[in-house]
């Protein structure tokens, strides 16, 4: 079996049970590794599972938004920890100085509100909370943005998901266009954010 099929959301969750989707939830959320997850086309999945009685819709999206608050949390302790010092890091395996980057300059553009949207935007959800630790914010402001964003990501995406799975016939024949759909949309913001930055840095 090819690497990337074990990132495959489907496998990823018969293998791995809920337990497992709530920890790369997690992972994703604030583990500076966890940026190549596959966190939106896994919570729609495991909605869609849900939708056919794999799980309980009820468990998987509390279990989601208690995962994705406590990994966004986790990263936000962890850019407090390291401070500036995460610039200089090395590029490795699992760390990569232009997502931080990235990040950065998503930040500077919307401030606060890049805990919410980052939620939605592949890689910038997973340093958006080591920045906002990095940056000091005060960590009621973080806690209440992490808590708005964690749970229209990690309810809505799934809930998404299972109401397809219940009001399309024969919907799991479209499961994997909808997931590479999903992927692309999720991207779009990114890319869309990226050549902005770049046109303006060209004027």
Same mark, same amino acid.
Request: aromatic share 16%.
């Given at each position: =079996?090819?690497? &990337?099929?074990?990132?495959?959301p489907?496998?990823?969750?018969?293998?791995?049970?809920? &337990?497992? $989707?709530?920890f790369?939830?997690?992972?994703?959320?604030?583990?500076?590794?966890?940026?190549?997850?596959?966190?939106?086309?896994?919570?729609?999945?495991?909605?869609?599972?849900?939708?056919? #009685?794999?799980?309980?819709?009820s *468990?998987?999206?509390?279990?989601?938004?208690?995962?994705?608050?406590?990994?966004?949390? !986790?990263?936000?302790?962890?850019?407090?920890?390291?401070?500036?010092? *995460?610039? %200089?890091?090395?590029?490795?395996?699992?760390?990569?100085?232009?997502?931080?980057?990235?990040?950065?300059?998503?930040? !500077?553009?919307?401030?606060?509100?890049?805990?919410?949207l980052?939620?939605?935007?592949? $890689?910038?959800r997973?340093?958006?909370?080591? &920045?906002?630790?990095?940056?000091?914010?005060?960590? #009621?402001?973080? &806690?209440k943005?992490?808590?708005?964003?964690?749970?229209?990501?990690? !309810?809505?995406?799934?809930?998404?998901?299972?109401?397809? #799975?219940?009001?399309?016939? #024969?919907?799991?024949?479209?499961?994997?266009?909808? *997931?590479? =759909? *999903?992927?692309?949309?999720?991207?779009?913001p990114?890319?869309?954010?990226?050549?902005? %930055?770049?046109?303006?840095?060209?004027?």
């Open positions: =079996m090819h690497f &990337l099929s074990y990132l495959e489907k496998f990823l969750i018969e293998t791995a049970g809920l &337990l497992g $989707v709530f790369i939830i997690f992972a994703e959320s604030g583990l500076f590794f966890g940026f190549f997850l596959p966190g939106d086309s896994l919570l729609f999945t495991a909605g869609f599972l849900a939708s056919q #009685g794999y799980f309980s819709i *468990i998987l999206v509390g279990g989601a938004v208690l995962a994705a608050i406590v990994g966004d949390t !986790a990263g936000y302790a962890f850019g407090r920890k390291v401070g500036p010092k *995460i610039f %200089s890091r090395d590029d490795s395996l699992f760390f990569h100085k232009k997502h931080v980057v990235r990040a950065q300059r998503f930040y !500077a553009n919307h401030g606060n509100k890049t805990i919410i980052a939620r939605f935007i592949p $890689v910038v997973t340093f958006a909370p080591i &920045l906002a630790g990095v940056g000091a914010m005060s960590y #009621g402001t973080f &806690l943005y992490n808590c708005i964003g964690g749970f229209l990501w990690a !309810a809505g995406i799934p809930l998404v998901g299972y109401l397809l #799975g219940g009001a399309i016939p #024969g919907v799991d024949q479209y499961l994997l266009p909808i *997931i590479i =759909m *999903i992927v692309v949309l999720s991207v779009l990114g890319a869309f954010h990226f050549y902005r %930055s770049r046109k303006t840095e060209d004027l």
